[in-house]
C-alpha cells in the first residue's frame, strides 16, 4: 500500500493562494485515481479534486475554476493549486490514492484562510 504525505498547508488570508503537494511513497503510475479531500470541523470529508492515470480530472462544485489539480508520475507526486482562496475553504486537506478496492490516504495538511 502506498504511503502519501502532504505537505504545504498553513494559514491565509481570503483572495489568498497556496499549493499544496502529495508525495507517494512509490510510483503512482498505477495508481488509478489520485485525489485530494477535504474535512472541515463538523461537516463530512468532500472531494475537492481527483485526475486519473488517463488526466481525467474532477472538480468539486465549489471549486469553480478557483483550484488545479496536477499529477506527475515521474516524482510520484499530486499537487493541488489552490487560489481566491475564502474562509469557508479552511479544513484539513487530505491526499488519496485509490486503484479499484484499494484506497490509500495520507494523515493531512491544515488549510486555514482567515484574516
Known amino acids: 500500500q502506498v504511503q502519501l504525505v502532504e505537505s504545504g498547508g498553513g494559514l491565509v488570508q481570503p483572495g489568498g493562494s497556496l499549493r499544496l503537494s502529495c508525495a507517494a511513497s512509490?510510483?503512482?503510475?498505477?495508481?488509478?485515481?489520485m485525489g485530494w479531500y477535504r474535512q472541515a470541523p463538523g461537516k463530512q470529508r468532500e472531494l475537492v479534486a481527483s485526475?486519473?492515470?488517463?488526466?481525467?480530472?474532477n472538480y468539486g462544485d465549489f471549486v469553480k475554476g478557483r483550484f488545479t489539480i496536477s499529477r506527475d508520475n515521474a516524482k510520484n507526486s499530486v499537487d493541488l493549486q489552490m487560489s481566491s482562496l475564502k474562509p469557508e475553504d479552511t479544513a484539513v486537506y487530505y491526499c488519496?490514492?485509490?486503484?479499484?478496492?484499494?484506497?490509500?490516504w495520507g494523515q493531512g495538511t491544515q488549510v486555514t484562510v482567515s484574516s
Open positions: 485526475i486519473t492515470i488517463g488526466d481525467r480530472i
Open positions: 512509490r510510483s503512482i503510475f498505477s495508481i488509478n485515481v
Open positions: 488519496n490514492g485509490r486503484s479499484g478496492n484499494s484506497a490509500s
